[in-house]
C-alpha cells in the first residue's frame, strides 16, 4: 500500500469514527411529530412535504438537495433529527449527488455576524453534551476539508 492509498484508508477511517460517534449520541432522538418548522412561508411547506413522514434514514440525496438552504427553518428537534442525514452523506458518501451536504449543516450551525438569534440559541440548547462533543467532532472534521467563511465564529461555538 503506497502513501496515498494510506493516507485515504486513514481518511476514510476517521469519517467511520465520527459517523459512529454521531449516530450513537443521536440514536434515542425520535421523528418529531408535524410541524417540523417553524413555519416560515413558503419555505416550510417544501421542508414539511419533503420530510413528512420519512425517518432521516429514508431522506435521499434528491430531499437534501431540495431542503439544503432551508434546514434552519426546522423546529430544534427536526433539524437534530434529520442533520444525520446530511452528516451522513457527508461522512460517508463517495458521491456529491447531496451538493456539499455537511456544509449546508455547518452553515447552519454558525452564527451570524450580528450574533446569536433566539432559533439559533434554542437549536444548540436542545443539544445533550454527548450530542454537542459529536456535533463539534463533525465541524471539525468539515474545517479541515474546506474552507470556511465564517471560521472563527464557528470554531469558537463548536471547541472540543
Given at each position: 500500500?503506497?502513501e496515498?492509498?494510506?493516507?485515504?484508508l486513514?481518511?476514510?477511517?476517521l469519517?467511520?469514527?465520527?459517523w459512529a460517534?454521531?449516530?450513537?449520541?443521536?440514536?434515542?432522538?425520535i421523528?418529531?411529530d408535524?410541524?417540523?418548522t417553524?413555519?416560515d412561508?413558503?419555505?416550510a411547506?417544501?421542508?414539511e412535504s419533503t420530510?413528512r413522514?420519512?425517518?432521516?434514514?429514508?431522506v435521499?440525496?434528491?430531499?437534501?438537495?431540495r431542503?439544503?438552504?432551508?434546514?434552519g427553518?426546522?423546529?430544534?428537534d427536526?433539524?437534530w433529527?434529520?442533520?444525520?442525514?446530511?452528516?451522513?452523506?457527508?461522512?460517508l458518501s463517495?458521491?456529491?449527488?447531496?451538493d456539499?451536504p455537511?456544509?449546508?449543516?455547518?452553515s447552519a450551525l454558525t452564527?451570524?455576524?450580528?450574533?446569536?438569534?433566539?432559533?439559533?440559541r434554542r437549536?444548540i440548547?436542545?443539544l445533550s453534551?454527548v450530542?454537542r462533543?459529536?456535533?463539534?467532532?463533525?465541524v471539525?472534521?468539515?474545517?479541515g476539508?474546506?474552507?470556511l467563511?465564517?471560521?472563527?465564529r464557528?470554531?469558537a461555538?463548536w471547541?472540543?
Amino acid at each position: 500500500m503506497n502513501e496515498d492509498e494510506l493516507d485515504e484508508l486513514s481518511e476514510r477511517l476517521l469519517r467511520m469514527e465520527i459517523w459512529a460517534e454521531i449516530d450513537l449520541a443521536f440514536n434515542a432522538r425520535i421523528r418529531p411529530d408535524a410541524p417540523l418548522t417553524f413555519g416560515d412561508k413558503p419555505v416550510a411547506d417544501d421542508v414539511e412535504s419533503t420530510l413528512r413522514e420519512k425517518d432521516w434514514q429514508e431522506v435521499t440525496p434528491s430531499d437534501l438537495r431540495r431542503i439544503r438552504i432551508d434546514i434552519g427553518a426546522l423546529r430544534p428537534d427536526a433539524f437534530w433529527y434529520y442533520s444525520r442525514a446530511f452528516m451522513r452523506s457527508a461522512l460517508l458518501s463517495d458521491d456529491d449527488l447531496s451538493d456539499d451536504p455537511g456544509g449546508w449543516v455547518v452553515s447552519a450551525l454558525t452564527p451570524l455576524e450580528a450574533g446569536i438569534s433566539d432559533r439559533f440559541r434554542r437549536r444548540i440548547e436542545d443539544l445533550s453534551p454527548v450530542e454537542r462533543l459529536a456535533v463539534a467532532r463533525f465541524v471539525h472534521w468539515y474545517d479541515g476539508e474546506t474552507f470556511l467563511a465564517a471560521r472563527d465564529r464557528l470554531l469558537a461555538l463548536w471547541l472540543i
